[in-house]
């Protein structure tokens, strides 16, 4: 399973990665506003850092404009992934991209028929919001489960990456029901090193042998 790290915050991109664990980035109009950067300037300075995936989101609602922002994106750097709504133009743009080579990740999938189109189309990510399914009431979990069946039904080769990821069990449900890849918040990442017995167990070792030193 691969981990993205989703942010814009150039120092948590780089904690993560000094970990090893970061296999790209995500990003989308609202986490990049919260850099006051624009978003050319932002994905270039990830890109120096992080040499995978790194998703930038279109901002134009029509499919001419989407495959314009999506020229200049790409330009920045061979990893750039195109992130494009789930609507008719982006199916459009998503089409063309996918023909041409361009790597596309089709966002804000809340079902499995939105998935199947984007599929269909020749996306290379899906990313379905499971968090935001869980805030409405309903099982973001199932989504992920429903399109691994449908993907593996027809063998698309669109990874499935889990976003709009909470805490710490989204990401091991996410694993468990095969997703491909899971983009995570810093602080979620985080979380996933801590159990208290590991940290029990640590504090007994080091106390035993500091007395075995005596
Ligand atoms: O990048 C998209 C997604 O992960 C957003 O998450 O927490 O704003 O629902 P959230």
Redesign the pocket.
């Known amino acids: 399973m691969q981990f993205f790290l ?1 942010t814009g915050d150039l120092n948590e991109i780089k904690t993560a990665h000094s970990w090893g664990l970061i296999d790209g980035v ?3 109009p ?2 990049v506003a919260k850099t006051g950067k624009d978003q050319m300037t932002l994905i270039r300075e990830i890109c120096e850092i992080i040499d995978g995936p790194i ?1 930038a989101e279109v901002i134009a609602l029509d499919a001419p404009g989407m495959l314009k922002e999506a020229a200049e994106l790409a330009k920045i750097n061979k990893n750039v992934v195109i992130k494009l709504p789930m609507t008719k133009d982006g199916m459009i743009a998503c089409k063309k991209l996918s023909a041409d080579g361009v790597k596309t990740n089709v ?1 804000l999938i809340f079902s499995a028929n939105q998935a199947l189109l984007a599929a269909k189309n020749g996306a290379t990510y899906v ?1 379905p ?1 499971i ?2 399914l869980d ?1 409405v009431g309903q099982t973001g979990m199932d989504l992920i489960a429903e399109i691994r069946t449908i993907f593996n039904n027809y063998g698309f080769e669109t990874q499935i990456l889990a ?4 805490h710490s069990e989204h990401v091991k449900m996410s694993a468990l029901a095969g997703a491909d890849v899971a ?1 995570i ?1 810093l602080k979620v990442l985080e979380g996933l090193f801590s159990h208290p017995l590991t940290k029990m167990g640590l504090d007994q070792f080091l106390a035993d042998h500091a007395k075995s030193k005596k």
Do not use: E, K, L, M
């Open positions: 989703d995500t990003t989308n609202s986490i998703s966002t990313s919001f968090g935001r805030d976003a709009s990821v909470r983009t918040p």
